[in-house]
C-alpha cells in the first residue's frame, strides 16, 4: 500500500473482518525461470471473497441493482440547475451532483452534454481480460501459491484456496495479458479455457490432473492501458464526476483513491454553496451492466463459419462446467465516494453514484 488514507482503511476493514492477510508464497516467471519474490510487503484479501468489501462500503446505503442507466442530464426543470439521470426504471433526480463510477468507455456514453467529460473519458483506452479458474481435486504440486508472469499469455496466477476464508478445494485463478485477451476477445469460451490451462502446466513443467470444475470470465473493460495518472475528473461547476480505477492507475488502491478524490471535487464545490447542507446526505446507488455494441452480450455462444472445426480442437473431456456472468454490484470507487468522510450533500437532492460492477479482483492488493 502507498496511500496512508488507504492503509487507514484497510486497517478498519481489518478490524471489522472485511479482509485477512493473505501469506501465499509469492514468485515471479519470465523467460529464465522461476525466482522466488520476497518484497516485505503485506497483502490483503476480502474474506470471504472481495465482493466483502464493496458490501461493507454499502452498509446502509441504498443500493438498487439491476437498473440500467442510459444518460445524465441537466433537469429541465427551470427552477433547479441539478442533474437527472435516464435509466430503464425511469428518470432519478434532479440531484445536486452525480458521480459516475463506471469504466471509461460507460462513462464516456453517460456523460455527452459535457464535452470536455466526455472527449477525455473517451480518450482512455482500456483492454479486456479473460480469467479461467480450475478446480481440481488435488494439490497442484508448486513451491508458490502466486506468480507475475512476464512474456507469456497469462500475465497472473494464483492457488485461491492459498487465500484465507476461500475453502480447501484446490483452485487456481489463471488470468491472461492484456495483449493476448485482446488478440483472443472472440475465442470460444473452452477453447480458452484449453489453452490457459495448457499454458499453466506448461508453465509449472508438470502435467495437470483433469480439472474437475472450470469457470471462465471474459472481462471486457478490465484495466486502463495507461490510466489518465489522475484521483478523477470533474466539470467546471464540480457537479459532475468521473471515477475509477482507469483514472488513477490499475489496483483497488487507485480505485478507493479515485472515489476519495470525487468526494473531494464534490465537497469542495458544495462547502462554499451557502445553504447547503454541511452533514451526510442521503446517497443511492444503481448498477449499470456494461453491454456491447457488436456483438452479443458475453453469455453468448459463437456460430462460426469453421464450426465443424472448432469442434474438433482439444477439449477438457467430462468437465462440469459453469459459465459465470457479471453481478451487478457497484465498485470500490463510488462507493469510496459517497463514503468519504464530510460529504457535504442536501439530504433534500442526494448525490447519485452510477456504478458498473467490479472486476474480478484476484490480484494481489499491494
Known amino acids: 500500500m502507498r496511500d496512508a488514507g488507504f492503509e487507514a482503511e484497510v ?193 509449472i513443467t508438470s502435467p495437470l490432473p483433469k480439472p474437475v470444475q472450470v469457470f471462465e470470465r471474459r472481462w471486457w473493460l478490465a484495466c486502463a492501458d495507461p490510466a489518465l495518472g489522475v484521483g478523477a475528473i470533474a466539470n467546471d461547476a464540480g457537479d459532475l464526476v468521473l471515477c475509477g480505477d482507469w483514472c488513477a492507475g490499475t489496483r483497488i488502491e487507485d480505485a478507493w483513491r479515485s472515489g476519495r478524490a470525487a468526494a473531494d471535487a464534490i465537497s469542495s464545490d458544495r462547502a462554499s454553496e451557502p445553504g447547503t447542507s454541511a452533514g451526510p446526505g442521503q446517497p443511492f446507488f444503481f448498477d449499470r451492466r456494461p453491454t456491447r455494441p457488436r456483438s452479443p452480450p458475453v453469455q453468448y455462444l459463437h456460430q462460426r463459419a469453421d464450426e465443424a472445426e472448432r469442434q474438433e480442437r482439444p477439449r477438457h473431456p467430462g468437465l462440469t462446467r459453469r459459465r459465470v456472468h457479471r453481478v451487478g454490484h457497484p465498485d470500490v470507487a463510488g462507493r469510496g465516494a459517497c463514503m468519504a468522510a464530510g460529504f457535504p450533500i442536501s439530504a433534500a437532492a442526494p448525490t447519485t453514484a452510477v456504478h458498473a460492477p467490479p472486476k474480478a479482483v484476484a490480484r494481489m492488493m499491494t
Open 11 to 203: 486497517r478498519a476493514w481489518r478490524d471489522a473482518g472485511v479482509v485477512r492477510e493473505w501469506r501465499g508464497a509469492l514468485a515471479s516467471f519470465d523467460s529464465e525461470g522461476r525466482e522466488a519474490v520476497d518484497d516485505g510487503q503485506t497483502r490483503w484479501v476480502g474474506v470471504p471473497g472481495m465482493r466483502a468489501i464493496a458490501d461493507a462500503l454499502a452498509d446502509g446505503l441504498d443500493v438498487r441493482s439491476r437498473t440500467r442507466a442510459h444518460s445524465v442530464f441537466r433537469s429541465g426543470d427551470p427552477d433547479s440547475t441539478g442533474w437527472s439521470v435516464g435509466t430503464t426504471g425511469g428518470v432519478l433526480g434532479p440531484v445536486d451532483a452525480v458521480v459516475v463510477a463506471v469504466p471509461a468507455r460507460q462513462a464516456a456514453e453517460l456523460v455527452t452534454e459535457d464535452a470536455e467529460l466526455h472527449a477525455r473519458a473517451s480518450a482512455v483506452d482500456m483492454h479486456p481480460c479473460w480469467t479461467v479458474v480450475a478446480t481440481f481435486d488435488e494439490r497442484i504440486p508448486t513451491r508458490f501459491d502466486a506468480a507475475f508472469v512476464s512474456n507469456h499469455a497469462l500475465g497472473w496466477i494464483a492457488r485461491d484456496n492459498s487465500k484465507p476464508g476461500r475453502g480447501v478445494a484446490e483452485s487456481w485463478v489463471l488470468q491472461a495479458t492484456g495483449a493476448w485477451s485482446r488478440a483472443h476477445f472472440d475465442d470460444d469460451t473452452q477453447d480458452v479455457a484449453s489453452f490457459l490451462i495448457g499454458n499453466f502446466a506448461d508453465l
